[in-house]
Structure formats: structure tokens, C-alpha cells
């Protein structure tokens, strides 16, 4: 399986940015599509973004388009969540998943469709 960690959360003022950063290891990450969830307290894990596996093909959440950027560097492994232009509701825990798709260059937004999940970044935006 792959394992996958998260880093770059932390506290924000609103307005800011932040890059999130997931790290995977344990199989060969270019064959797997990522996505970036969050999850509020009291709210539903959402997909905020996602990518193919070849980098070519994204996905962003209407909550966050124009806002936040995925990209992945499969030479490093690595998936980022750029987020830009924060705000308050922005603040929650930030997963990265990973979907085996050998075959199949395309995204996937439905927690259901990830069988590798990371344990999360907090993410809190004041003001």
C-alpha cells in the first residue's frame, strides 16, 4: 500500500497562504491519482481538489477555485495544495488520498473511490 503524510498546515490570518505537502512512499506514486479532502468539525469530509495521475487532468471545488491549486512532482513523490487568498472557512483538517488507476488518466472527488488516506493537517484561518 502507500503510505501517505501531510505537512504545511498551521494558523493563517485570513487572506494568506499556505502550501500543503503530501508525501508518499510504499508503492510507485505516478500510478496513483490524488486528491486533497477537508474536514470541518460538524461537516462532511469534502474533496477540495484532485489530479490525475499523470499531473495533466485537475479538479477543483467550486469553494476553493481561484483559490487553491493542485499539483503533483511524481519525481519527488509528492502531491501540494497551494492555497491562496485564505479564509475563515477554510479552516479544517486537510487530507491527501491516493486512488491506484493504473490504465486510467483521470480524478477522482468521491472519498469512496480512495483506498489510501493520509492522517490529516489542520488548517485554521483567523479572522
Known amino acids: 500500500q502507500v503510505h501517505l503524510v501531510e505537512s504545511g498546515g498551521g494558523l493563517v490570518q485570513a487572506g494568506g497562504s499556505l502550501r500543503l505537502s503530501c508525501a508518499a512512499s510504499?508503492?510507485?506514486?505516478?500510478?496513483?491519482?490524488m486528491g486533497w479532502f477537508r474536514q470541518a468539525p460538524g461537516k462532511e469530509r469534502e474533496c477540495v481538489a484532485a489530479?490525475?495521475?499523470?499531473?495533466?487532468?485537475?479538479f477543483h471545488a467550486d469553494s476553493v477555485k481561484g483559490r487553491f491549486t493542485i499539483s503533483r512532482d511524481n519525481a519527488k513523490n509528492t502531491v501540494y495544495l497551494q492555497m491562496n487568498s485564505l479564509k475563515s472557512e477554510d479552516t479544517a483538517v486537510y487530507y491527501c488520498?491516493?486512488?491506484?488507476?493504473?490504465?486510467?488518466?483521470?480524478?477522482?472527488?468521491?472519498?469512496?473511490?480512495?483506498?489510501?488516506w493520509g492522517q490529516g493537517t489542520q488548517v485554521t484561518v483567523s479572522s
Open positions: 510504499g508503492r510507485l506514486f505516478s500510478n496513483y491519482a
Open positions: 489530479i490525475s495521475w499523470m499531473g495533466g487532468i485537475t
Open positions: 488520498a491516493a486512488h491506484q488507476s493504473i490504465g486510467v488518466n483521470g480524478y477522482y472527488i468521491r472519498q469512496y473511490d480512495y483506498e489510501f
